[in-house]
């Protein structure tokens, strides 16, 4: 666990900065003490990586707190699109500090403004929004939360969280058993009412990205143990083949 003033440190965004992200429910700490210091684990700094990638890419916060919020979110998918868009705006950024040595080396004007042309890293871009974000899901997710309060947020997520610590206590028993398929149905119900509408498709899909390393798996197994994201795919993939 670090604390604000670490994190800070490591990372070089302020403390008022994190404070703030704190604030609109995009980066909440960890853990609070009884005295009300923040403190952040691994997980957290993984979230702030994915923040800091979004803003060098000039995503508005709340963009990036829905993106990074909304259940289908695929942090893997999501590192290939930025790497690629920030190999663009290298490349075009290069193509600038080109044309401007040109300028100062021929010392003359130069009409040439293919330098500043912006269109493919918008169009990419744009394409790029559309895998994130311009989903039917997405976009019922968006108008769900738009007139949330971060309280409210973190208060939906708990809850999503306390239905996998109830599937953490069920690991013991089959995946196909009644009380795990009742979860599996419960988790659906909440997605669909707090999220998008969670079809069956999607579920499956969901499933296994819970079952897929990363950040999805760590915060499932720290709300219901240690093999408790693996146990819910299972529940969910025997759910989802039941309903075929």
């Known amino acids: ?42 997980t957290a700094l993984e979230r702030l990586q994915q923040i800091l990638l979004f803003r060098e890419l000039e995503f508005q916060l709340a963009e990036i707190r829905d993106i990074l919020d909304a259940p289908g979110f695929d942090r893997k998918k999501a590192l290939d699109r930025q790497i690629d868009l920030l190999t663009l705006k290298k490349e075009r950024l290069e193509k600038i500090i080109a044309f401007a040595r040109e300028i100062r080396q021929k010392g003359e004007n130069i009409m040439d403004f293919n330098a500043f042309d912006n269109s493919e890293l918008e169009e990419y871009a744009k394409r790029a929004k559309e895998s994130w974000g311009d989903t039917r899901e997405y976009a019922e997710y968006a108008e769900k939360s738009a007139d949330r309060t971060a309280e409210e ?92």
């Open 153 to 244: 947020n973190k208060g939906i997520a708990d809850g999503l969280m306390s239905i996998f610590a109830e599937f953490g206590r069920l690991r013991g028993t089959p995946a196909d058993g009644e009380g795990a398929q009742a979860l599996v149905e419960k988790l659906k119900s909440y997605i669909t009412e707090h999220y998008y509408n969670c079809g069956n498709e999607m579920l499956s899909s969901l499933g296994k990205m819970y079952a897929a390393d990363g950040e999805f798996k760590t915060n499932i197994d720290k709300a219901g143990g240690e093999g408790t994201a693996e146990f819910s795919a299972r529940a969910i993939e025997i759910y989802c083949g039941r309903q075929d």
């Open 1 to 42: 666990m670090r604390t604000v003033i670490e994190v800070s440190r490591l990372t070089g965004v302020s403390i008022r900065t994190l404070q703030y992200y704190d604030k609109i429910g995009l980066l909440k700490p960890s853990v609070r003490t009884e005295a009300g210091y923040r403190l952040y684990d691994d």
